[in-house]
């Protein structure tokens, strides 16, 4: 399998708390996303990167930061959780030229 | 309307059917195409890239019509274990990051 982990796999947390979802690969890769899927939705892209310290936005990324300090480590943070950011966040990165995305595992968060 | 549509579904068919998914896409500079299968509660995975000239992988065949704007999957002989939603992903040029939009998936139910 391809060398990307998530973690956690499953978290709760409660409103308004800071929660931070981590990425990690091993596969030396430039490009590295964050989706969340809901229900009706399907994936969304909420922040992606092109390198080291290189990030944008998505189409959904209010309420979220990220960051990456390393090739490997791609971090999602919830500033300040909400209901509406109960949902399943994947992580993905992608080779250089035309290949797709591999993705992680999940994290399933729960904002109660 | 949204930039990647799929018909929801579900398809439910016999084993050893012959089934068809469609995918329509609105950028007309859109240049990759994927089609990935998603096991309930599991990570999307490649099922395959979709090239101008179609292609094939074993049971599966996936053509891209840029004229009318969308991708096909064809999967002959359905096997129980096809049993997955299957989601259309469309990117859109090098420079914008390699994003890929998805599709909310189709969701196919081989019957014995």
């Known amino acids: 399998d391809a060398g990307i982990t998530q973690s956690p796999r499953h978290k709760v947390t409660e409103t308004g708390t800071p929660v931070t979802l981590r990425c990690h690969q091993t596969e030396n890769h430039r490009y590295m996303y964050w989706y969340r899927q809901d229900p009706g939705h399907g994936l969304r892209l909420i922040h992606y990167s092109y390198g080291v310290k290189d990030t944008d936005k998505g189409e959904v990324s209010d309420g979220y930061s990220v960051s990456r300090s390393k090739t490997e480590d791609f971090l999602l943070t919830l500033e300040s959780a909400t209901s509406s950011q109960t949902s399943v966040y994947f992580c993905?990165?992608?080779?250089?030229?035309?290949?797709?995305?591999?993705f992680g595992s999940g994290t399933r968060l729960t904002v109660v | 309307r949204k930039e990647v549509e799929q018909d929801p579904g579900p398809f439910n068919v016999p084993e050893g059917a012959t089934v068809a998914f469609n995918c329509t896409y609105s950028?007309?500079?859109?240049?990759?195409f994927f089609w990935y299968r998603q096991d309930c509660r599991k990570e999307p995975k490649l099922l395959m890239s979709v090239y101008s000239s179609g292609n094939e992988d074993g049971r599966f065949t996936a053509q891209l019509n840029r004229a009318s704007q969308y991708i096909s999957l064809l999967i002959r002989d359905s096997k129980l274990s096809d049993s997955a939603t299957y989601l259309c992903a469309v990117g859109g040029l090098t420079g914008g990051g390699n994003k890929l939009t998805f599709g909310t998936g189709t969701q196919l139910k081989v019957e014995l």
């Open positions: 993905a990165i992608k080779a250089q030229g035309h290949y797709g995305y591999t």
């Open positions: 950028n007309s500079a859109s240049q990759s």
